[in-house]
């Protein structure tokens, strides 16, 4: 089939014609879908206080009404909807929110109809259309190789013009789902920054979103890799379950799972708890920045476990080796287990959730560190002139490394737990661990201890440590560098009730987080994605650990 570049403009739903110009049936059919929906805007209005409801709590608006009470709740709606965001949506119990079809559809329908549609807007319509199809598609459907052609039948009813034609640009989409496709644990699925990539995409569509065949197509990729998101998450707590088996097995009942949050002697019993009840943060308490420290949590105590396995039971014939962790991953749910999971889990979680807007960002020169700590460039400029010469990186790669690198050293006197560490010489003991115990090949995360508080990198972040220079290694280095000091700081707050350093920390953290919102922006301008990307991710966590250290702050 030939990809289409045309663009056709969406046409609004005929059932719901602007008041001025509709008839008796017309305001029929317009106070009947504004029934329809009120339960769900009555929710939203309590759940974030966005308005006092027009009836009492789980009353919904008469079947006749007078022509005043039509105006009122007609209004009413529009005011709610005006404030209401895609992750407010998600947020919405699904016992509501999947009521029935007729309410979702005539939600979607609403905002359809908006003339001018913000980029909030275009949130929302994405979240539906996706909400819509998980829910009104055949279960059978959710294991097999869902089409383009079966997207377009699912959403008919709610999407009349549905496309199933394939669009010239939203070709990249499916670039992504391949490498989706081949994701064995939520790590790979993060590491590799494809569902940012697929936001990325979307923020550049402009109108063209709007083009019924690009409706179908961002509808077909959220919902699929929010099914790569189930299944690999499955995976991930198989995999913790199946090694603290293990470990039990060989005798042992603590783990050291700091780099999870956790205590350096955690029970096992304690960590299988943590575990069957892992899909608690779900239920409450859900922003982005939550959900993304709870995927980390997740992603560190599998760490955690598997590296405390391989020290235990040496070779690594065990449930921690690569061919178990694969077989982990491979472990098939039922079309009920997806149903049920992508209904209740993952209600629209790739919708972007509001920001801070980001300072802008000067052409040239670029912003010191906060004055809450010294600047790195001293250490940034000893890290580019320490760097081994490109043959000896040659052979650094291609020597052998062992499949978990060796222990962190422990920390010198310059970085004893009774000397406050500022931005620089974080910088310095940073790189310094990451030169001494390069990460072995293919693994995706490394970890760096300062003050006997472990701290996670990615891929990217370590490279842009000992193997690549620039002004978006610099970035990366420097959002490490303010994630590491909120880890550290948030420790000695908890060991000894300080915040002195805590406050300093959270005041560098927060000019470091306005500054690489403008530079991610300037990456999207720039066509840079993978500079996007990474730095957009690496923000992301930075963001998690001061929500957690704002929690500590008396």
């Known amino acids: 089939m030939t990809p289409k570049t045309t ?20 305001l029929a059919a317009q106070w009947s879908e ?22 009492p709590s789980g009353e919904n608006p008469p079947a006749r009404p007078t022509r005043s009470a039509f105006d009122s709740v007609i209004e009413w709606l529009n005011n709610v909807d005006a404030k209401v965001l895609a992750y407010q949506i998600r947020q919405v119990p699904p016992e509501i929110l999947n009521a029935s079809e007729e309410a979702l559809r005539a939600l979607i329908h ?4 908006k003339a001018d549609k913000s980029d909030a807007d275009r949130d929302k319509i994405d979240l539906l259309l996706v909400q819509y199809f998980a829910m009104c598609a055949p279960e059978q459907l959710y294991s097999k190789d869902i089409t383009l052609e079966h997207v377009a039948t699912v959403l008919q009813p709610v999407l009349a013009e549905a496309d199933p034609t394939p669009l010239e640009w939203c ?34 569509a402009g109108c063209m979103f709007y083009d019924p065949a690009a409706l179908v197509a961002f509808c077909r990729f959220s919902f699929l890799v929010r099914r790569a998101f189930i299944r690999v998450l499955h995976a991930d707590l198989q995999a913790i379950r199946e090694t603290i088996n293990a470990l039990e097995k060989l005798g042992v009942k603590t783990v050291d799972c700091r780099r999870a949050g956790f205590s350096a002697a955690e029970k096992t019993i304690q960590l299988r708890f943590f575990c069957e009840n892992w899909r608690q943060p779900f239920q409450k308490d859900y922003t982005e920045n939550s959900v993304s420290h709870a995927f980390e949590q997740l992603l560190a105590l599998r760490a955690d476990l598997e590296d405390a396995l391989e020290r235990t039971k040496k070779p690594a014939k065990n449930a921690a080796s690569p061919a178990a962790r694969k077989s982990a991953s491979s472990i098939p749910l039922t079309d009920a287990e997806v149903a049920s999971t992508a209904n209740t889990m993952f209600e629209g979680f790739f919708a972007e959730e509001p920001t801070k807007k980001a ?11 906060a004055a809450a700590a010294p600047p790195p460039a001293p250490a940034a400029k000893r890290v580019a002139a320490a760097k081994p010469a490109p043959s000896e990186k040659k052979a650094e790669k291609a020597s052998p490394v062992p499949a978990a690198p060796p222990p962190a050293p422990s920390p010198s006197p310059a970085t004893s737990s009774s000397e406050a560490m500022d931005a620089d ?58 994630r590491a000091l909120l880890a550290v700081a948030s420790d000695c707050r908890k060991r000894s009730g300080d915040e002195a350093a805590l406050t300093e920390a959270l005041a560098l953290a927060r000019n470091e987080v306005s500054y690489f919102h403008g530079r991610v922006e300037q990456a999207k301008r720039s066509k840079n994605t993978e500079a996007a990307v990474n730095l957009g991710i690496s923000t992301k966590r930075l963001l998690s650990f001061m929500e957690e250290a704002e929690k500590l702050k008396s």
């Open 7 to 26: 663009v056709t403009t969406m046409n609004p739903p005929s059932k719901t014609p602007a008041p001025a110009a509709s008839g008796l049936a017309d």
């Open 34 to 55: 504004a029934r329809a929906v009120y339960p769900i805007y009555a929710a939203l209005a309590t759940q974030f206080n966005l308005a006092t409801l027009p009836y």
């Open 110 to 113: 609403r905002q359809l109809r």
């Open 171 to 204: 070709e990249p989409l499916e670039k992504i789902l391949a490498k989706v496709e081949s994701c064995h644990s939520l790590r790979d699925l993060m590491e590799a920054g494809l569902v940012e990539q697929g936001r990325m995409l979307k923020d550049s």
């Open 359 to 369: 300072a802008p960002v000067p052409e040239k020169g670029r912003p010191q560190v």
């Open 425 to 482: 010489k974080c910088l310095e003991v940073i790189w310094e661990q990451l030169i001494a115990a390069p990460p072995s090949r293919g693994r995706s995360m490394s970890t760096v201890v300062l003050q006997d508080t472990k701290v996670l990198l990615s891929s990217w972040e370590v490279a842009a440590f000992v193997s690549e220079d620039g002004p978006e290694s610099e970035d990366l280095r420097r959002a490490v560098v303010a």
